[in-house]
Structures are given as C-alpha cells and as structure tokens.
C-alpha cells in the first residue's frame, strides 16, 4: 500500500524549532519529487516546499524561505522539514504529498497531516 | 502568483442532485489544473488532473473541464459521501497554488 505517513508535530513556543518527518513505503521513494503543505485551522491549503528526487533542488514559499529547510533521506525512505524561527502563523497541520511522476507540482498521495502550533 | 477564485462558497444540495464548482485562474494555467477533495479531519484526495483527467480509483460521477482561465468540476449525482470541501489547484506557473475552496454540504 502507498502511504505516507508524518510525525513530529506539537507545541513549540515562537522562536522556537521544530523537524517534521515523513516516512513513505509503498513506492520507490527515490524517483518522486515530495512536497509539504499546510493548512491553518479553518483554512485552506497552502503550499510550503518542494524537493526534487535526489535532493540537488529545492524549493519554498517566500513565507517560510530563509527559516524552513526541506531534506530527505532515499535511502530511509523519509522527507523532513527543518522549522526554525517559528511564528504563530505558522500554526496549522502539515502535510507531506508526492509529486507524480508525470505532473510537476501536483500532488497524488497524501500524508495524514501532524500538527504544529506555535504559541507562548 | 497566479491567484484562483471558487464558486460558490458554499453549495446545498440533496444527494442525487448534481453539483457543479467552478475555479478562475487570474491568468491562463492552460490545462495544469486540478481538483482535490477533503473530508472533515482528512487529507485531501486528488480527484482530477490537468483539467480532465480523472486519478486513479475516483468514480466517473466525478467530471473536470476547462482550459485557459475557466474551469469546471462537476458531480453528477451526488452520493453521500461526496459531501465535503473542494479545492482546485494550478501547477502552470510557480509556485503551485490552490483556491479557497467549495464546500458542499447536505440541503
């Protein structure tokens, strides 16, 4: 079975730092660029960051550029996502989604989402 | 940044009836556009891609059309299960970005 399944996710105070994992299985992890969206409670999705299939490129949103850092480990099957200088808005549920071979920066698999909040 | 609008907000319908979302790209996306589903509580699914194309496993009731800047997702007969929000997505410029979403929920 595909599946994509994310951890790391919790309270962290503003300024603080956070690393999100993603283990995949299912699938040759190697071949797929991986992305992380996220959702704020209540609202829609927003994309974050991208990772091409070795991890030579690298993508991120100008809200988190320059804080988060994406990164993966083909060999354990497992995308990350490095959240430094945290803010409250970067409150919301954190999705890792495969790129399809075929469809740059569309999104076919889908994690269960981890939760981050960022609060005093 | 290529900005999409959804219509309507909200959509009530009865189960049976048929649904139909629309999405507007503020500048043409050609046909890299694509609709996902989620439930409450949920990841979203993909249902349909590049405008037309249905993804693997999702029901033929499901519908994509359009191209350019107007595009179109349409349920042809609602089931129960159909009941939840609806995004659609481009992937022709950079960075990808999604609409605000439809929510239809049961009249």
């Known amino acids: 079975e595909v599946q994509l399944v994310e951890s790391g996710g919790g309270l962290v105070q503003p300024g603080g730092s956070l690393r999100l994992s993603c283990a995949a299985s299912?699938?040759?992890?190697?071949?797929?660029?991986m992305h992380w969206v996220r959702q704020a409670p209540g609202k829609g999705l927003v994309w974050v960051s991208r990772i091409n299939s070795d991890g030579s490129s690298t993508s991120y949103a100008d809200s988190v550029k320059g804080r988060f850092t994406i990164s993966r480990d083909n060999a354990k099957n497992t995308l990350y996502l490095q959240m430094n200088s945290l803010r409250a808005e970067d409150t919301a549920v954190y999705y890792c989604?495969?790129?399809?071979?075929?469809?740059?920066?569309?999104?076919?698999?889908w994690g269960q989402g981890t939760m981050v909040t960022v609060s005093s | 940044e290529i900005v999409l609008t959804q219509s309507p907000a909200t959509l009530s319908l009865s189960p049976g009836e048929r649904a139909t979302l629309s999405c507007r790209a503020s500048?043409?996306?050609?046909?890299?556009l694509a609709w996902y589903q989620q439930k409450p509580g949920q990841a979203p699914r993909l249902l349909i891609y590049d405008a037309s194309n249905r993804a693997t496993g999702i029901p033929a009731r499901f519908s994509g059309s359009g191209s350019g800047t107007d595009f179109t997702l349409t349920i042809s007969s609602l089931e129960p299960e159909d009941f939840a929000v609806y995004y659609c997505?481009?992937?022709?410029?950079?960075?990808?970005?999604f609409g605000p979403g439809t929510k239809v929920d049961i009249k």
């Open positions: 989604a495969r790129g399809p071979l075929t469809m740059i920066n569309a999104f076919d698999i």
């Open positions: 500048q043409s996306v050609s046909s890299y």
């Open positions: 299912g699938f040759t992890f190697s071949s797929y660029w």
């Open positions: 997505q481009q992937r022709s410029n950079w960075p990808p970005t």
